[in-house]
């Protein structure tokens, strides 16, 4: 097994898309990862606050991960920037006129040259509850137990956390919320064959265009932490230092296409598909970020008017990217069961958010709902009424917002996946060395 059954089959066309795989190496791996990466190290985007104790709603048994990599070290109150902890107050759509003047006062007193337009301007992009428009359960970051995380103190990477645990998690991901029934059951879910496949793959390709895209979607992003865990292994592990590196054999066991009876590369292509729908999203919210009030505050003035610059220099890149996904071709036809269609999706992954409560080790728990806020707030940029309904004129009205939770999820979380593409390159010159 090795580099003939992985690079032949990981290449070409995507499945109900227009582009390959070829053209995002290209286009990921050498305009779009490195400016990303230093748009990603920036205040702005580093801390992001999380509530790492909600219980699980779905069993009481949770077994907490009591290995030292699995902690995450929350940020004292001292480190994350003023302008941080203000501006990422979010509101109800029954705050009332004492609780803005409150807030105006809290800004204020972070930055009192802000002149009263922006101040206004930054109450606007927080004062609402897109509930019934967002895709996931987000976290109270009112409560208490709510805390800032640096991200880059804390990075995802394997951290042991593997067996029965988390082999469950992904099962009830899966087994109750990918529109699947339950006799269908999923390649290499227990044990082999390829009679298994064939049945899997023949009642998907017989789903609708949304729902097998759901599967897709899951599985992409089930991939893209594969990779990551492969690309960032605990390799050596003594009293002296502990090295992270390349574990080929692990990436091998996941995705190489014979080792895994054609299943790796499937995962892979779902991968691609899942970068193809958060890269849209990115092309679709432009005009939202290019809004002059719009400020990626954080109080460092000079800072916050240089990364706009290079958050918007990113975005008009990933739009001028040549084949982008169409969202149009999902909840098309009737506009009832459009409509059914796109609320079963929507609350199937709210769902799917719930779930990474459940996650035993903190750090893979701190990642996984990052990234699944990410894909949700993605979802939500695509399949909103309010920016649908307001992006052909002047682009997106202030109906449609994003809070910073969302802002740095999403960015975040398509991180993610850029390194996830970018990694896959890098397997594959180990992978030729190997050979």
């Known amino acids: 097994p090795g580099i003939q059954g992985y690079a032949s089959v990981v290449s070409g066309y995507l499945d109900d898309c227009t582009c390959d795989v070829e053209t995002i190496d290209k286009f990921n791996n050498y305009r779009l990862f490195p400016r990303l990466q230093k748009l990603l190290e920036s205040d702005y985007f580093r801390y992001y606050k999380v509530n790492l104790r909600k219980p699980c709603p779905f069993w009481n048994d949770i077994n907490q991960c009591g290995r030292r990599d699995c902690a995450v ?63 996931c359960e987000v ?79 899951i599985s992409g992003l089930h991939a893209s932490i594969n990779v990551h865990l492969s690309a960032r292994y605990l390799l050596q592990d003594n009293w002296l230092e502990k090295k992270w590196g390349h574990n080929v054999t692990e990436f091998q066991q996941r995705f190489d296409g014979v080792l895994t009876e054609g299943e790796g590369p499937r995962r892979l292509k779902n991968l691609y598909f899942l970068y193809l729908i958060e890269l849209r999203a990115l092309s679709k919210v432009l005009p939202f ?42 909840f098309a036809g009737d506009k009832n069961e459009a409509h059914k269609l796109k609320e079963d999706f929507r609350l199937h992954f709210r769902n799917i958010s719930r779930i990474m409560d459940c996650v035993g080790c903190f750090k893979c728990r701190l990642w996984g709902k990052l990234q699944t806020q990410g894909l949700g707030t993605a979802l939500k940029i695509l399949f909103s009424e309010k920016l649908i309904a307001n992006m052909p004129e002047s682009g997106p009205s202030y109906e449609f917002q994003l809070t910073r939770q969302e802002i740095v999820s999403l960015f975040n979380a398509f991180g993610r996946i850029s390194t996830s593409v970018r990694e896959l390159e890098n397997f594959r010159h180990l992978l030729q060395n190997v050979h």
């Open 73 to 135: 070290k929350p940020c004292h109150s001292d480190e994350v920037p003023d302008g941080i902890k203000s501006a990422s107050y979010k509101y109800s759509k029954e705050a009332n006129l004492l609780e803005e003047c409150e807030q105006a006062e809290r800004l204020g007193a972070v930055d009192e040259s802000l002149s009263e337009e922006t101040q206004k301007a930054v109450l606007q992009w927080t004062k609402h509850d897109d509930s019934s428009d967002s895709f």
């Open 139 to 217: 976290d109270d970051i009112q409560s208490p137990d709510a805390e800032y995380v640096d991200l880059l103190l804390n990075p995802e990477r394997y951290t042991g956390y593997k067996g029965p645990d988390a082999w469950r998690i992904w099962s009830v991901i899966y087994e109750e919320n990918c529109f699947k029934p339950q006799t269908i059951q999923r390649p290499l879910a227990s044990g082999q064959g390829k009679h298994k496949e064939n049945t899997f793959y023949s009642w998907l390709e017989g789903l609708c265009v949304e729902k097998r895209a759901f599967y897709r979607l």
């Open 289 to 330: 970020f290019e809004r002059p009030d719009f400020q990626l505050f954080t109080g460092n003035k000079v800072q916050d008017v240089e990364n706009k610059e290079l958050l918007l220099e990113i975005l008009h890149e990933v739009k001028s990217f040549p084949l982008h996904f169409d969202e149009n071709s999902f």
